[in-house]
């Protein structure tokens, strides 16, 4: 080849060179200067990144460190419907499988993203796999789960975004959480979770597991226990609670009608309350024995004096008239008490008039336990300048003093602790304040001596008898109380209570058993509570190995 | 020649140099990658046995435990009156 051939090549080539650097250049003058702050944008969006990690919810755990509320993870199904290969068919199927969510998907057509169903079955996950649609995703979200469901309306409930809705999960929603950490990563966009430099720009906190002094088979059996018997005399609603009186420990707290808080999709929000704390009742004959503490602390009677009955069902005391279920004559007061006589407990009462009021403070009826449930009511006790005639006398035998379950278990926790204030415990941690050294003395000895005699007559010959076990100090006190509906007492509709205390060597339990409304047929706590109690004592001894 | 061994000498020494910071950085990025890595192995470990965990508490809570007793074990509750005591010491 000449040279004169090869020189016009040589400029085509160099034209050719010249017009890609040209491009190039034009091209490195656009991203460079001209649209610099947009690719510099675009740049960062991919480089770095600012991420937040939420921790996983804290566990809730029983006494002996077993799960009360733990998460699982389950899968929830969204699509992408601004991505949809073909929204018509997806649209298809979740007309024939989640026809609830029908409408929000066509109603977000032109969204990024939307949610089907969240929490799906095992039987979803599986239609969705087979479905053969890309465009329905799954996506793994964390959940709770609920290991003994029969302390749900203690434990409460969380909401499909994790958050506490209900009961502890609701009270300790922030603790539970935590706090979420924020991070600053620089990466390169194909790297996956790789990243060249990490930089934390808010420092979080893992949630913080709550430890309750419930537990866990215990719950189990007394709910078992408690279904079982208001199964057996057709009740509509029912309590039990057990203590440890020498700390305040709430071993067991069951309140039915409840509810599965794993299964939340027919949820009755009445059934979520916990009616040993959420409800106060007019309890009845439970009430005589803290009546016949007052009185015997205040020197008014001693167990052995004898009182007048009357020997009628209906009597008059200061001249207003008292029913009793059973008449008697003239019996001491440890009898009047056991046999639940209102005419005997009546006339004793009498002698310390508004001196019950402050008795009844002492024992706690009018002050909240401070357990940390929402809706916890306080106890109602007729004030003395609110008194008739007929008040000190309904007040001794449990009208017009409306109480919770729990205000009475604490009660009965004192007498069982020898006269010592006793705070009701729900949560583990706070055992420690309060030593039974540093508990205020209530009531004397000889006072606590001779109510827990009148309580063990009344399991062994009273209206307890139902609630004896052989070879254990039974001291319990049954009560049976009419409803108040629109302001009258319907006789056909009671709430039956047997309290009382367990009690082989050192070993006590206080149990507070509680019925309501169970069939007519039924009308007495002494063949309604007091069994309960019995069942219920026998299933706690059971599981603390006391035999 | 003196000055060309020093400039063949300054050269090496910064290429030198250049090399141990870029393979020092290849390694902290390679370490890093690899506790990042670690990190992750980690996580999914976490999820695992939380997965495991709440398997085992499902398994282990109360109304499966009864299930369980009373349908394959054929166990029943037992009562109070059925329960005695052994001294086994007294028997020795």
């Known amino acids: 080849m000449t040279t004169d051939q090869a020189q016009p090549r040589l400029a085509v080539l160099i034209l050719l060179f010249l017009f890609g650097y040209t491009i190039i250049i034009v091209n490195l003058y656009r991203i460079q200067v001209k649209y610099h702050s947009y690719y510099a944008h675009l740049g960062e969006q991919q480089y770095n990144q600012t991420i937040v990690t939420t921790p996983s919810r804290a566990p ?93 309306s203690i434990v409460g409930l969380t909401n499909v975004d994790n958050k506490g809705i209900l009961g502890l999960e609701l009270q300790y929603d922030a603790l539970l959480s935590g706090q979420p950490t924020t991070c600053f990563l620089e990466r390169d966009a194909r790297m996956g979770h790789f990243y060249f430099k990490k930089e934390t720009l808010k420092e979080g906190k893992s949630g913080e597991p709550i430890k309750l002094t419930l537990d866990q088979a215990l719950q189990f059996l007394v709910a078992e226990e408690l279904k079982q018997a208001m199964e057996r005399v057709d009740a509509k609603g029912g309590a039990v609670i057990i203590m440890d009186p020498k700390t305040g420990d709430i071993l067991s707290l069951v ?55 009357q020997g009628k069902r209906t009597g008059y005391v200061d001249g207003r008239k008292v029913n009793t279920v059973s008449p008697h004559g003239k019996i001491p007061f440890a009898e009047v008490i056991a046999r639940s006589n209102n005419i005997g407990t009546a006339t004793v009462v009498k002698r310390i008039e508004d001196k019950l009021y402050d008795h009844y403070v002492r024992l706690g009826f009018t002050r909240k336990t401070n357990i940390p449930l929402p809706g916890e009511q306080i106890g109602f006790v007729n004030h003395p300048s609110n008194w008739s005639k007929q008040s000190v006398l309904s007040l001794s035998y449990g009208y017009e003093i409306a109480i919770t379950l729990l205000e009475l278990a604490r009660a009965f926790c004192i007498i ?69 509906e629109n302001g009258i007492y319907n006789a056909r509709k009671n709430l039956f209570t047997c309290g009382g205390i367990i009690q082989k060597g050192a070993y006590q339990r206080v149990i507070v058993a509680f019925v309501k409304e169970a069939a007519p047929q039924f009308r007495f706590a002494s063949l309604v509570a007091a069994p309960l109690f019995e069942r219920v004592a026998e299933k706690t001894v059971l599981h603390d190995k006391i035999v | 020649m003196k000055r060309l061994r020093f400039i063949i000498l300054f050269v090496g020494v910064n290429i030198l140099f250049i090399f141990l910071q870029i393979h ?69």
Do not use: W
């Open chain 1, 416 to 484: 069982a602790n020898n006269g010592h204030e006793v705070e009701a415990q729900l949560m583990k941690e706070s055992i420690s304040e309060h030593n039974s050294s540093e508990q205020k003395k209530l009531y004397s000895q000889t006072s606590i001596d001779a109510i827990k005699d009148i309580l063990e007559q009344t399991t062994t010959y009273g209206t307890s008898r139902r609630a004896a076990i052989k070879g254990y100090r039974i001291m319990s006190k049954t009560g049976t109380a009419n409803m108040l």
């Open chain 2, 24 to 92: 020092k950085n290849g390694k902290i990025t390679e370490i890093s990658y690899q506790n990042q890595n670690k990190q992750h192995q980690l996580d999914i470990l976490k999820q695992q046995k939380e997965a495991l965990t709440h398997q085992f508490q499902a398994m282990k809570n109360p109304s499966s435990v009864k299930d369980y007793a009373a349908e394959e074990l054929n166990m029943k509750n037992v009562s109070l009156q059925q329960v005695h005591i052994m001294n086994l010491d007294a028997g020795a």
């Open chain 1, 60 to 152: 809730i755990l029983d006494r002996n460190g077993d799960y009360l509320a733990m998460n699982k993870e389950s899968y929830s199904a969204f699509m992408l419907p601004k991505q949809c290969e073909n929204f018509d068919a997806a649209k298809a199927f979740i007309e024939n499988h989640f026809p609830q969510a029908v409408e929000r998907v066509s109603t977000h057509r032109n969204s990024n993203f939307v949610f089907i169903k969240r929490k799906l079955s095992d039987q979803e996950i599986e239609c969705i796999k087979q479905s053969g649609t890309d465009d329905i995703k799954l996506l793994k979200e964390p959940h709770r789960y609920y290991p003994c469901p029969a302390a749900a």
């Open chain 1, 255 to 309: 309140s039915m009608p409840s509810f599965d808080p794993n299964n939340t999709e027919s949820l009755d929000i009445d059934h979520t309350k916990n009616k040993a704390l959420s409800e106060r009742y007019e309890l009845g004959s439970v009430i005589k024995i803290f009546a016949a503490l007052a009185a015997i602390e205040e020197g008014a009677v001693t167990n052995d004096e004898l009182i007048n009955c």
